[in-house]
């Protein structure tokens, strides 16, 4: 009881404090959920590479009561492909995001999952929907030619919850509440070939 | 200069009002942004921030405007009580029915927003999606059944041959899609009718997890592109050895009319589904656009209220100040005319009146200015006046004095200011006469002139007084104008060259025959005396004696003239008048006439400035002229002298008084006793009391004299005191 109160408390005062929320960049969600990239790894095939990743996605509970009403959620890997310069800031060679957009099937009682390149999946449960979600196989992410010096390039990967998807009613309670704030840190690894 | 800038921002109407609109603006995209959700994304934070920053920018101004006012309060500035009443007022009235509509406003979209949803609706949703489900239920479990059938006969084939196999099963089955997956779930081979198909349909890991532990699948699936489709995955009985646990999968399509009903039923359950989760994040929204147009309406409101009622208060805090302005003198404030209205009418008014105020100040005070001058003028010219100028109103009160009168009246002026004339005889007992004449002479009303002789400090003053009754603008007032002047010098000068000049030609004309008539008498009595007989000689005798005594006679008479006329330089020195007495009554004391002399001298007798040898002959001629008088009548002739100082206001001096007991003045000469050749005795020059008079005023004292009522005549005279001798007695 004293808990919730506490827990109410927290989220009315952060509603209060409306501006200063909204002007945080990185806000440090002290919630059990998130998302994580566990791993994260490149290769060259055929003259693309392709990226293979795993993402542990840990679902709030305002956004799983969303999911299953019937919300769909989209979550954004962003994927940089960067290289580093001692002189100046990393310069950026090429930018991705791809977007997956989660969703639960009343009349199947499944979950799907789609790719912003239009792939669809069906799960039977959400935590093997999650799991899906967590596994990019062979994204393509950039052409061997772009790149013209491929030796220190790394490869930069951030996924999270993208707010400005959800239905607009949403959208403010998902600014203002913790529970939307999804987001992993930025994953670093070496572009290989 | 920055600070200006802001403080022109904060306070100036036309930044509120553009903030406002803007506000205003983006409420309204932001509230259209809640209704498409496809359109407005990043705006939308961008709006709400920027309404934010703009609400915040309202606070800070009506903060700043607050503060501005508090000061104004403090420092007690006028306007900044009707000010903040004003203020009041206005809040009061914006906030009030804001604050209702807010709060109908929110009540009615919470109810609004209710009413959309309807538990029977909801139940309907749940029922028909059950039923869906309920009707492809027992579809499946047939699929199910034949499917197994149809692994049975796959159980044998290799994967090589399967693949002819499933394409017979595919079609007897009706299914759209059949796949073989072996015994690691990769697919073995796959049948879908015409189309080659390169990457069949994979479910779901947990599927093939499920048929390893022997339970079969059946269920439907969202297929991408294709929709809803039948998955039915079963076990293929293991016949040989070395194949693993392999798994058949077929797809059935539902018919295009029950896929159409089912996506519709999915369709609206899940809309359904997500309005209602929606609604509180919908409320809210809503909510919170609501709240920011209150709070954009009641900023822009005590915004409004502030500019109004400083633009309301600032003429009449003007009027105020500039009202404060005149009644401290300053006429020279002139106030910004505020607008065309009645506020402006006011001050118009009020620039009008101090403009005239100030024109009849200016006036009057130029006008003063000319008067002080003139009087200055008139001050100036009074006070280089040798004559004295007094004038005195109706009620004889002293109204002007200049210094000369001061001067020739020996008194200060000043004290007696708007007094009556009469306090200057009662504090100035020698200005009596003076006092006397002017009084009697202003019963006239009418111009006058009278010589005043007056007896004071400094001696003996005779004054020519002239009093003209004021005419022109001043008669009315009754003021009388009174001019005198000090003429003594001039009347003794005056009189001593006429007495002079007499004295002169009698000395010339009679004197000088005089001498050839003695010697002629002289002559005739000593050529014929002895040559005739002895009664012609005692008649010639008799004759020339007569002539030459006469002649005699005269030539002393002739000599006492030119000794007045004389008037040798007076040598003054401070003498003791009582040892003057003593010495000159020492020459009368031993003569046999039977003369007693009374003396009473003051025995505190202060030094008179003065000549000795004149008072002498004073002394000489007083005590002559008494003895001569009673010669004639008393067998006791008697001489009382007496001396005393006395003091009269400030004025003091020594008076001597000479009584004798004879036969007094005779009425008829009482008048003109010190004239010369007046005289009661027969025989006399008549020049005896005449010099006295000219000894005593050349001294600046006064003689006069008169009868004693028990008989016998008195003269008194007076002599000022030597002015440092009462410090020299000290």
New interface residues.
Partial sequence: MHEMESKHLHIFSRQIV??AL??MLSPVSTHAAGVTIEKASTRLQNSVYQLNANINYELSDEVL??LN???AVTMQVTIKIEQPRSYLWDQLIAEKSQRYELKY??????Y?V?TSA????????LA?ALR?LGQIRALPILEQAQLKDPQDAMVRIKTELDT??L???????A?LSSQWKLSSDWYLCPLRY | MSLTILKRLTSGPLSAAVLSVLLLLSLYIMSG?????AS???Q??LL??SI??GL?MLVAMIAANVFRLYKRYKSGEPGSLLTSRLLVVFVIIAVIPVSIVYYFSVDFLHRGIDSWFDVRIEKALDDS?EL??STLDSRLRDLLRSTEQLAVEVADESEASAILRLDDLRVRSGASEMTLFDGNSIVASSSAGDKIVINPNRP????FSDISRGRNYA???????VG?QIRIMVRVPLIRAGLGVRSLQALYPVTARQKEL?DS??ET???Y??L???RS??K??FT?ILTLALLLSILSAVWAAFYTARKLVSPISDLAKGTAAVASGDYSKRLPLPANDELGFLVQSFNQMTRRIERARNDAELSRHQVDEQQAYQACVLSNLSSGVITLDADRCLQTFNEAASGILSVDLEPLYGKSIKELATLHSSLGRFVEVVWEQLDKHEQWREEITLFGASGRQILVCRGVPMTGALEASGDTLIVFEDVTTLVQAQRNAAWGEVARRLAHEIKNPLTPIQLSAERLRHKYLDTMDEESSQVLDKSTHTIVQQVEAMKEMVNAFSEYARAPQIKLEALNLNTLIDEVLDLYRDEETGLSIKLSLDPVMPHVEADEGRLRQLLHNLIKNAIEAMQEQTSHPEISIRTLCMQESKCRYVELRIDDNGPGWSCDVQSELFEPYVTSKQGGTGLGLAIVKKIVEEHGGMVTAEDRPEGGARVLIRLPVLHSDGQEEA
Wanted: glycine fraction near 6%; charge should be negative.
């Fill in positions: 409306l501006l909204l002007l009561e969303a009403n019937g919300i099937h009343a009349l199947s009682g499944q799907l789609k239009g792939e669809q999946r069906s799960y039977l449960s093997s899906g400005n998807a239905p607009a009613p949403l959208r403010p309670v600014w | 942004a809640t209704e498409d959700s407005f994304n990043r939308y934070v709400l921030i934010l920053v915040a999606l869906s489900r779901d890991e947990a599927i269920g439907l699936d969202a297929i991408a592109d809803l089912a039923v999915q359950f899940s809309t589904n997500e209602v989760y929606l994040p919908l809210y929204s919170l």
